[in-house]
């Protein structure tokens, strides 16, 4: 028979040392909660029941709360009603709502986040990336992420200076520097910068040219929409740093976008042209001024060689006057044979006086000089007249005996 069957006697609890149940020989009562019928003298070390634990915690609690429950026995003892607490539930209610409101104070600070705390409406501090607590209900954190870019793009139609109408589409680019100033001092932020954004876009654009909008004057626009709108969101303490400033457009409106259009293709050839005349003059200019100063240095060359020429003329014929004084005779046979040697030495004929009485014969050199080579050759093959011949031969002989002046070349008519 198992030891837990009913009907048995003397059973022993397996947890039990020895002891056995129902030894006491008292009433083996059927309520629970009565220890001493149950257990009587063993010693229990078994694991606690279930039901027996909770009906003891119920039975604390209702002693906590004062609960007017009669104890079962049969003796009457205890059989009076006991007071109840009125402060114990809502005692034991405030404690669970006090364990609750701490535990939800706490939360978790991302690291490219700052957490604004205000305490009851007003600004208490700056918290950083971790774990934080705050007291519920009593302080407001509003997380404001700091490391992300954030965009913002608008396109409007707007008035030069030249009363023109352009279109400019056009992005700001902006972090957050101060996630205080962000929190309190901007409403709604967004709206904040698009109306600083138009506001610096229209009054850049209001000073400058249409034709500079759409052409070359895109980039000197934006740096000036920069400045101008950073300047304006440091006035409102916006806490907003400016990354970039882009001109995505800059078009003329709808209607008259062709006529714009020709426009600046007629600026874009007249631009093409001038580069065309400055290369042109880049390439000639330097040619011409090399050949100018070649003519210079040639005229510089020239007159120092004139120049140089005179003075040694001057001191050639320095040098003959004092030989002349010297000896004018001498000198005066030497000046007439040098000019007679420079008149003759350019002509191509040649005088040959063969005697006194003879007449005066001379060789057509020139027309000797001017035959081909065939003829030359023949002429150069014949032979001379033979009275020349014996004129000159004789006249040599006789020379050699008398004078040898007479002889010699002469100039014609003296």
Known sequence: MAWNEPGGGNQHDPWSSG????????NKGSDNGNNGGNNGGGNNQGPPDLDEALKKFQDKLNAMLGGGGKKKGGGGKGGGNKPRNTFALPGLLLVVALAIWAASGFYLVDQSERGVVLRFGKFQEVVTPGLQWNPPLIDDVRMVNVTRVRSITQTQAMLTRDENIVEVEISAQYQVSNPSDFVLNLRDPNLSIENALDSSLRHVVGGTDMIDILTSGREILGSSVSSRLQSYLDSYGAGIRLQTINIESTS????????FDDVIRAREDRQRTINQ?????NAIIPEAQGQAQRLVEQGQGYRESVVSEAQGQANRFNSLLS??????????????????????GSTPKVLLDVSENAPLMYLPLDEMRGNNASSSSSNNGEELDPRVLERMSSGQSSGSSSNSSNSSIRREGR
């Open 323 to 344: 030989e002349y004084r010297n000896s004018p005779d001498i000198m005066r046979e030497r000046m007439y044979l040098d000019a007679i040697e420079e008149v003759f």
């Open 252 to 259: 003329a409106p709808d209607p008259v976008i062709d006529a």
């Open 19 to 26: 002891g056995r149940r129902g030894s006491s020989g008292g």
């Open 277 to 281: 005349g400055i290369a042109y003059a």
